[in-house]
């Protein structure tokens, strides 16, 4: 195991932590951005490190297609090949094959899918996916699973989820750096609290560094995806790390904190900022509308970012659709958001501040008290008092 996980303070199910990696000493909760191909999509690594950001995800897919994972390896490994010092997280290419291509197919031996290249059919194997991710050297490494969509029901749901752990001993048997690489098992199960209990049940028997939450943000309704965070966060082990996958919505990352998670990551906040939207305390802002073309304030007046400090909202306004400017200086800003939203969790639960945290962070994104129920429902299961910032309720029957 190539990890240490050290909790700094808890309020109730929350958890502030040190998450000790070979290139990085991360502080949790923390936000993931995806840097599908080696890279966020225009910010340097530079500008990375001095938002803050500790952990950065790469495709394995797409790695693995260009430039290769030979090449990479040959190089010196992904933090050389990107010159990025600290973490990296891998997934494991198989959510890419089920979501970008067409006729894949999901057998006993692996993910069967058309090239990109040529249109010839190619197998990606537990055991293949696993060498491509040792070869690309990230810190955390992540098992090849059965993806099935949240939305699916039925037989198919069940044959994933025990395929899924199938493929794990595969996967562990497979993994030649374990001493420098933390192999992470993905809990599925989609939306049924049994196969989802079995999961976790099978995966912690195996004793990985570290587990993820598979299988949500894919469209399922917000009761059902707290829910489920919820049960795998109280069914894990305490002193390891717990990963929610293609979490990025902040209201999320703030319910998934309180619920007992650690990691989330999500393209959301970079894609967002390519259509010119702006993550702000209130929710979002949209700089490409017609009101924001003679605004001079910063995209947000409480944020320190060197976008809010030196650009007004009607310069980007100007900039966001034409130039590759503006979705880069919105890139930024919404990543320092992030950043700064999992930094505001880490210590306001080390200083015993954490309900007061989510009670300002509620009445920003909703002044008038309309905070949804999914929300107030899992705070409460979360054991934290939101209702100064909540109107009640009135019953439909009402």
């Known amino acids: ?33 995806v840097g599908t191909q080696g890279t966020i999509k225009g910010l340097t690594t530079n500008q990375l490190e001095e938002i803050g950001c500790q952990i950065i995800l790469g495709n394995t897919y797409h790695l693995a297609l260009r430039p290769t994972s030979e090449l990479i390896d040959e190089l010196g490994g992904l933090h050389k090949f990107m010159n990025w010092p600290r973490a990296l997280l891998t997934d494991s290419g198989g959510f890419q094959m089920v979501s970008l291509l067409h006729l894949a197919d999901i057998t006993e031996k692996g993910v069967t899918f058309q090239s990109p290249v ?90 990985l560094p570290g587990y993820a939450i598979g299988g949500l943000a894919g469209g399922e309704d917000k009761d059902s995806f707290w829910r489920v965070v919820a049960q795998c966060t109280a069914a894990l082990p305490e002193d390891k790390p717990r990963y929610v996958m293609g979490v990025g919505y902040p209201l999320d990352i703030v319910v998934c904190s309180a619920l007992g998670a650690d990691m989330y990551d999500c393209v959301y906040p970079t894609r967002t900022a390519r259509f010119g939207t702006a993550l702000v305390p209130e ?47 919105v890139s930024y800003h919404n990543l320092y958001y992030m950043m700064k939203l999992s930094r505001d969790l880490h210590s306001s639960i080390i200083q015993g501040k954490f309900p007061e945290f989510v009670c300002k962070f509620l009445q920003r994104m909703f002044p008038e008290g309309d905070v949804p129920e999914w929300v107030c429902n899992a705070m409460e299961v979360a054991g934290i008092d939101i209702s100064s910032c909540c109107t009640p309720f009135v019953s439909s029957h009402a």
């Not at 996980?5 to 309020?11: A, K, P, T």
């Not at 190619?122 to 099935?148: F, H, R, W, Y």
Request: charged share 25%.
């Open 283 to 329: 929710g979002v802002l949209r700089l490409k509308n017609k009101v924001m073309a003679d605004d001079t304030r910063p995209i947000d007046p409480t944020c320190d970012c060197m976008v809010c400090k030196n650009y007004s909202r009607a310069y980007i306004h100007c900039l966001v659709t034409v130039d590759a400017m503006g979705s880069q200086l």
């Open 1 to 33: 195991m190539a990890l240490r996980f050290e909790i700094l303070g808890r309020f109730n199910r929350a958890r502030a932590a040190n998450l000790v990696l070979p290139h990085h000493v991360c502080q949790t909760p923390l936000f993931m951005p």
């Open 118 to 207: 040529d249109g010839k059919p190619m197998l990606l194997t537990p055991e293949e996916s696993i060498q491509i991710q040792n070869k690309i050297g990230a810190d955390i490494i992540m098992a090849l699973d059965d993806v099935v969509k949240t939305t699916i029901t039925g037989p198919r749901i069940e044959e994933a989820m025990y395929r899924t752990l199938r493929w794990i001993d595969r996967c562990i048997a497979a993994h030649k750096r374990p001493n420098e690489q933390n192999l992470f098992g993905i809990v599925q199960g989609g939306l049924d609290p049994v196969l989802r209990d079995i999961c976790v049940r099978g995966l912690v028997d195996r004793n």
